[in-house]
């Protein structure tokens, strides 16, 4: 359940007085998400959500996120706006936290993904990347390549080793490889980096919206098409591979954004490196959340799995 923070009715109100969006008619906390405090706020004019910052995200990138937001909104991208207060502010202080009232998107998440999703959500990501193109202001990833071997080192030795007896030794070498074989040369945008299937709506096959922009930044774009493969691609366990939906993703993202003879090359390296991103956010979250805490933590070695299949002769044709 993603509410850490609570709000009363009173703050709510209190909140909506400052906009020119209706009065509160009912406000409910949002189960899904595991980095906000997430709320439904229907008012008198429309629905919104309310979503207060929790420790995850740095207040000070969120100007960087509603500046990305804008460019894309009016690029038409299925975006949703911040909405701005009757004196054009858009971040607000609400029960001890920084928070923003966003547009509410129509539309649902999908759990299993089929190629006319795929292909959707591949057309809807290479059309970002070239809306973004004009969108020139760098922002770091403070979890691309260069990050990993130091928060590897911030995964508890003995509870990787519990957690699956050689797991240490894998993502070593891994590491290593990718040190060798990293791409450097190819093009970057602002990026997701997190295009998992609970970030798309869908109002049937069509994308209606694109949300949790929280680890967008400056990356390689044919690294945020490898994180949306690896995250659509593959059962939930990542146990088995769907290639067709792969290839329809990249077939829709061919379509409308641009992909290069040398980014299609990079992209098993790419996905080798997507893959294990996920894997090391995901074991250092396990090995930090306590395990009776409200946050349901996420399988890592589903990560693993998909690293294996990168790595193998099948991964390979995967691109081709
Ligand atoms: N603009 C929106 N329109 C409609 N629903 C939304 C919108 N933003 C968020 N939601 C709903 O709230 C849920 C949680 O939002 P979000 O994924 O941003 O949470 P989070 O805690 O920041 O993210 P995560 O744990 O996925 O990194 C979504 O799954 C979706 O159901
Ligand atoms: N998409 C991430 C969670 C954080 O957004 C994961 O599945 O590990």
């Given at each position: 359940m993603a509410v850490y923070t609570q709000v009363s009715a009173e703050k709510a109100q209190a909140l909506l007085r400052?906009?020119?969006?209706?009065?509160?008619v009912s406000l409910k906390g949002i189960a899904e998400g595991v980095e906000n405090s997430n709320f439904l706020l229907e008012t008198t004019q429309a629905r919104f959500i309310l979503t207060l910052y929790e420790n995850?995200?740095?207040?000070?990138?969120l100007p960087y996120f509603h500046r990305l937001l804008a460019h894309l909104h009016e690029a038409r991208c299925p975006v949703p706006r911040f909405i701005e207060d009757r004196k054009g502010q858009w971040l607000q202080d609400v029960a001890g936290r920084k928070a923003c009232l966003i547009e509410f998107l129509p539309g649902i998440s999908v759990s299993e993904p089929t190629e006319a999703r795929a292909a959707a959500v591949g057309m809807a990501l290479g059309q970002m990347h070239n809306a973004l193109k004009s969108f020139t202001e760098i922002k770091p990833n403070p979890l691309g390549q260069a990050s990993w071997r130091s928060l590897f080192g911030k995964c508890d030795a003995v509870a990787t080793e519990q957690f699956q007896p050689g797991l240490s030794s894998r993502i070593e070498r891994e590491l290593d490889w990718l040190d060798a074989n990293w791409p450097t040369d190819l093009p970057a945008v602002a990026s997701h980096?997190?295009?998992?299937?609970?970030?798309v709506l869908f109002n049937g096959d069509r994308v209606g919206g694109l949300i949790?922009?929280?680890?967008a930044c400056t990356e390689l774009r044919a690294y945020d098409l490898a994180v949306t493969h690896a995250a659509w691609s593959f059962s939930n366990d990542g146990g088995s591979c769907n290639t067709e939906v792969g290839k329809a993703l990249l077939d829709g993202y061919a379509s409308c954004g641009e992909l290069l003879a040398e980014e299609r090359h990079a992209l098993p390296v790419l996905a080798r490196g997507a893959s294990l991103r996920f894997l090391l956010t995901r074991l250092y979250d396990w090995i930090n959340t306590p395990a009776d805490a409200m946050v349901t933590r996420k399988d890592p070695l589903a990560f693993l799995k998909r690293l294996e299949y990168y790595s193998g002769v099948e991964g390979l044709g995967l691109f081709l």
């Open positions: 400052l906009y020119d969006v209706g009065s509160l995850r995200v740095d207040p000070d990138d980096t997190d295009l998992f299937p609970d970030n949790d922009f929280y680890f």
